[in-house]
């Protein structure tokens, strides 16, 4: 049976309430759960049984040094106007993290799945919008633009499931990558 797979990189718990702590309490903004808050690499959809082996075995043997990651400027990625996701961004981004979003999209070319084609921009959804008007936001994008979080530890990735109840997702971690 299909799961729906992603790889990410975990925030530290320091991370996520302070991004939670950010909540605007706009009407039709819906926070991300500080639990589920994480940086993608990529995202697989729903991968069948053999190519999830494979890329557990493509993925396993990445090498990467661990590397800090800053965590700052608050934007939103929109349609036709309207808000749809609420963001925070990795600063300059770094190269470090650009070589294993590039190593990670091999694995799973690998493995035999279908890359994501769009461009990669690393950020971590920390809200979801739905019917929510730009102007509603704008003081607080204006007042978070620059938002520093800080600097992260960047030490492993992971595999994660992904399965989408009424209630929110619920994810399960299945691998892990740690620096050597």
């Not at 190519?51 to 929109?78: N, W």
């Not at 399965?163 to 399960?172: Q, R």
Request: net charge neutral.
């Amino acid at each position: 049976m299909p799961k729906r797979l992603f790889v990410a990189i975990d925030l530290p718990e320091s991370t996520r309430q302070l991004l939670a702590a950010l909540d605007p309490h706009v009407r039709g903004v819906h926070w991300t759960d500080p639990a589920q808050m994480h940086l993608t690499l990529s995202f697989l959809g729903d991968v069948p049984d053999e190519p999830d082996l494979a890329l557990r075995e493509k993925l396993s043997p990445i090498e990467f040094g661990a590397f800090f990651l800053s965590i700052v400027g608050v934007g939103t990625f929109s349609a036709r106007g309207a808000p749809k996701n609420i963001w925070i961004g990795v600063g300059k981004a770094h190269p470090h993290l650009f070589q294993i979003h590039k190593r990670v999209q091999e694995a799973a070319l690998a493995a035999g799945l279908e890359p994501e084609l769009r461009a990669w921009h690393p950020h971590i959804t920390i809200a979801r919008c739905r019917n929510v008007s730009a102007q509603s936001l704008r003081k607080f994008l204006q007042s978070t633009v620059e938002f520093d979080a800080g600097m992260i530890h960047v030490e492993a990735f992971h595999l994660y499931s992904s399965d989408l109840t009424p209630a929110g997702p619920i994810h399960t971690r299945e691998l892990t990558v740690s620096a050597r």
